[in-house]
């Protein structure tokens, strides 16, 4: 927390500075990744903007926008300014990396490869690159070389969050529960404030059958945002499990109104037809869920989802 605040109160006297020097662009580079150190992305965006007004061939001032933008979800805008850095400089291995990793992320998979490969060939170690890298082995079953890339990811940067919540989704398709809980927790340390590695947390405690610790992580979910499906359906199972059957009605209800596609509040369904003896209720409305298509981030909880409650099926 004191480096936190040390970070806030640095980034507010760089911002003083930057206001009597405002083309000195160090001073502004400098203010710019103490805004995203601090998670503050609008300020950020805030201050590249102004920089590039003055330096619009700016290239380092470009990636850091991408970088804010992605961060905010923005991933139009921070494509459009990852191709700018390549307009102006079309070796350089981070912009390439970005890139890739932001286009997995919009399932342009054939241009995702491409620049990961341009950027790997220019750094082999360039994180997001590694990163896209793995997530596309990953959702096309290449787990080998989806753990390679991730691994030599961790080797440069073991606080990358997002390798090792790779590595626990990885361990939950093969049902390794208690190695994807290692990871899951390594992300959630380095961050906390990412909702679907608590989503993840939660479903894993959800497969091992602890309802108390699968409803901590879908309150650390809920703190982040009131407004998302998925952990609502994830609560509507904590609470069937426990038994709690108006809770979960109410958490379904709240879940599908929040997002009709969502996984959780049709597996918490089923388990209270399961409670009240109506299995065939059940598996109907397993099937029906299985029918639909799903993104491909969702598939692998999906087959795990499946074979568990075939499990469950044939211990009854």
Known sequence: MVSSIASVERLGRLVGFLEQDVGNLALRKDAVREACGVGDWERACELIEAGLWLHPSEVELLLLRARAQHHLRRRAEAIADCEACLALTSGHAD??????????EEQRIAQAKMHAAAALSLNPQQREALLA??????????YEAAVQSL?????????????????AVMKVENLELEAARHDVEQAALHMPQHIGTWH??????????????AERAFDKALALDRNF????????????MH???????????????????SMSPHYAQMLLLRAEDKHEEARAVLEKFLERPVPGSGLPFRDVLAQHVEHLRKRA
């Open 200 to 213: 993840v947390l939660g479903w894993i405690e959800i497969l091992r059958g602890d309802a108390a610790a």
């Open 133 to 142: 890298r793995a997530a596309i082995a990953r959702e096309e079953r290449d």
């Open 243 to 261: 038994g709690r059957k108006d809770a979960a009605r109410i958490s379904i209800k709240r879940a599908l109104r929040l997002n009709p596609q």
């Open 151 to 167: 691994d030599a990811l961790l080797a440069v940067d073991p606080q990358c969050g997002r390798a090792w919540h790779e590595l």
């Open 229 to 240: 499906g998925e952990t609502h359906g994830g609560l509507a199972v904590v609470a069937a």
């Open 95 to 104: 912009a390439h990396g970005l890139l890739a990793l932001l286009l997995q």
